[in-house]
């Protein structure tokens, strides 16, 4: 070989060398096809991040309004039906209790306050003794439960309503915006359910869940008038029950107000009423117990089991449980939703003040 030919190599191979070395500082040439290698740190930062909260899905809504889209039927002839805003099929249909055929219960209560409520419109239920009275020859003596008047209408989901077998198993919001009738009955009326699910637990004697109202003291006359009750609310399972009435703030006739029920997968429930904390306990309840179906969700009446008690011979013991108390006033709106959400997610700054 020749000499310059021994020298040209060597020196060729350093330039490509150097070459190549320098081509990876510039990156040009990179090392790592998929990218700069991660340090420690940064995978353990990567793996320790905190993911965002999945956002709460509405399960069912409806508006119980005087607006388009909201509802089928004429509130004129009782033929009323709601629709499931949320799209899930979970719409609200009429069920007559006793002799509520003979009754004209719904109307349009349009007695709202625009520069308060958003709304302007919510759906009367004029279940009240006085009425039922004019179709019904019973009386409160006649029945193991005072109140022998159980005649009158409400609403529940139809039967193939997804929400039927939903027990929330990431935990549950339910709110309704409402307002009592000053017509409402202490002897027909109390302990009724605004919003219930049926299937009476025959064990506890009670549905698995109810946002109801309670008991006021009367002046004598029987009607609530200025007089103001409280909020009940129910949770039960066949072991376990919460029943509590919360008496921290009364609620009086002709008022609208926004209740929030919140339930985690912890078993910790939570009751805002006008935004205002009223009731926090461990519960022992991780989801609600409604596995059945066959039971609907329902607003404006109260059940109870049948077991030691007369039926007031119209609304037997069936198993929804015994329809015992229907409710007077008027409904706005009520919405549930698959998780725990906070007084400012819910519709109480929205609706209800109209924010």
């Known amino acids: ?86 799209g899930n099929g979970n719409d609200l249909i009429v069920k ?7 009754l004209d219960i719904f109307s349009w209560d349009r007695d709202v306050d625009p520069s308060v409520q958003k709304f302007s419109s919510g759906l009367k239920f004029n ?24 005649s009158g209408k409400y609403l529940e989901t139809v039967k193939t309503a997804p929400i039927n077998s ?14 009592l009738s000053p017509e409402l009955d202490n002897d027909y009326n109390r302990y009724t359910g605004i919003f219930s699910r049926q299937g009476v637990i025959e064990e506890q004697n009670e ?6 109202i309670s008991e006021w003291n009367d ?13 009940q609310l129910l949770i039960m399972n066949d072991f376990s029950r919460l029943n509590t009435e919360m008496d921290e703030i009364l609620i009086g006739a002709n008022e609208w107000h926004h209740v929030l029920v919140t339930l985690e997968d912890t078993g910790k429930v939570f009751v805002w009423l006008d935004g205002v904390k009223l ?20 607003v404006g009446v109260g ?26 006033g008027t409904i706005a709106e009520i919405r549930m939703l698959d998780r725990p959400v906070t007084v400012e997610e819910s519709l109480y700054p929205v609706e209800f003040q109209g924010k």
């Open 1 to 86: 070989m020749k000499k310059h030919q021994r020298h040209f190599i060597p020196a060729v191979c350093a330039i490509l060398a150097m070459l190549m070395t320098f081509g990876i500082v510039l990156g040009c040439t990179p090392a790592n096809q998929n990218g700069p290698e991660k340090t420690e740190e940064a995978v353990a930062t990567e793996d320790n991040s905190t993911p965002e909260p999945e956002k709460a899905k509405v399960i069912a809504h409806w508006k119980l309004q005087d607006a388009e889209g909201c509802y089928t039927g004429s509130v004129d002839d009782d033929s009323i039906g709601f629709k499931d805003l949320s």
């Open 279 to 298: 009731y926090e306990a461990w519960s022992g309840f991780a989801e609600l117990h409604c596995t059945n179906p066959n039971f609907s969700w329902e």
């Open 219 to 231: 002046d004598n006359t029987g009607v609530i008038g200025e007089n103001k009750t409280w909020l």
């Open 166 to 179: 939903y027990t929330f198993p990431s935990g549950v919001s339910v709110e309704v915006i409402f307002k």
């Open 207 to 212: 549905p698995p869940f109810s946002i109801a």
């Open 127 to 150: 279940n009240t003794k006085a009425l039922a009275a004019t179709v019904d020859p019973y009386k409160a003596s006649e029945t193991a439960y005072s109140g022998g008047y159980t």
């Open 303 to 328: 059940r109870k089991s049948g077991t030691d008690h007369a039926s007031d011979s119209k609304n037997e013991n069936v198993a929804e449980g015994m329809i015992r108390r229907l409710f007077a």
């Open 96 to 102: 007559t209790a006793g002799n509520g055929d003979q």
